[in-house]
T-cell receptor, first 112, second 115 residues
């Protein structure tokens, strides 16, 4: 069966520091991959999605970037974190065009 | 652009009773998918049920069922025999069959189960 791993679960970083959140999927090949951010008590905002290695699409301009160095690895990064980057970040995958998205456990990012 | 509206910020139900969560959406597309996701306090986002717009039959998953009214653009979730473990935020989401990478999310409904 397919599984998705996202880490770390929580992260506290100072303003201006770099960021790297990692997400990996097991048990499937060539998944669609997604990074979301969730504000408190709100639905999810799509940040990036990827349909293949090296293929990244951004939905909103921001201080963050994403990369997909391997088929089942999706990384969310920042060179310099801002206070406004605080939030709950979720990685997700889907198996194809008509398949639902399945989510990781999320990362709670706090910027000090 | 498509939008999803959940008009109930919070709902409560007695354990073992039935509760219905509302969701409406706006789209000009004819082919799309609708989902209900559950997010318990652990924050994991869990797929509860999905509905294909081309299917007239309402989706059912054990105690969870939907009332899909395509003309009214309504997609409500019914939870029967509510259990304490059902307590969570419930999100309704829309996905276009064309722009199929993107989920459009409602603001969520917090479901409280009273023992």
């Amino acid at each position: 069966s397919q599984t998705i791993h996202q880490w770390p679960a929580t992260l506290v970083q100072p303003v201006g520091s770099p960021l790297s959140l990692e997400c990996t999927v097991e048990g499937t090949s060539n998944p669609n991959l997604y990074w979301y951010r969730q504000a408190a008590g709100r639905g999810l905002q799509l940040l990036f999605y990827s349909v293949g290695i090296g293929q990244i699409s951004s939905e909103v301009p921001q201080n963050l970037s994403a990369s997909r160095p391997q088929d089942r690895q999706f990384i969310l990064s920042s060179k310099k974190l801002l206070l406004s980057d605080s939030g709950f970040y979720l990685c997700a995958w889907s198996g194809g065009q008509n398949q639902p998205q399945h989510f990781g456990d999320g990362t709670r990012l706090s910027i000090l | 652009a498509q939008t999803v509206t959940q008009s109930q910020p919070e709902m409560s139900v007695q354990e073992a009773e039935t509760v219905t969560l509302s969701c409406t959406y706006d789209t000009s597309e004819s082919d799309y998918y609708l989902f209900w996701y559950k997010q318990p306090p652990s924050r994991q986002m869990i797929l509860v049920i999905r509905q294909e717009a081309y299917k007239q039959q309402n989706a059912t998953e054990n105690r969870f069922s939907v009332n899909f009214q395509k003309a009214a653009k309504s997609f409500s979730l019914k939870i029967s025999d509510s259990q304490l473990g059902d307590a969570a935020m419930y999100f309704c989401a829309y996905r276009s069959a064309v722009k199929n990478y993107q989920l459009i999310w409602g603001a969520g409904t917090k479901l409280i189960i009273k023992p």
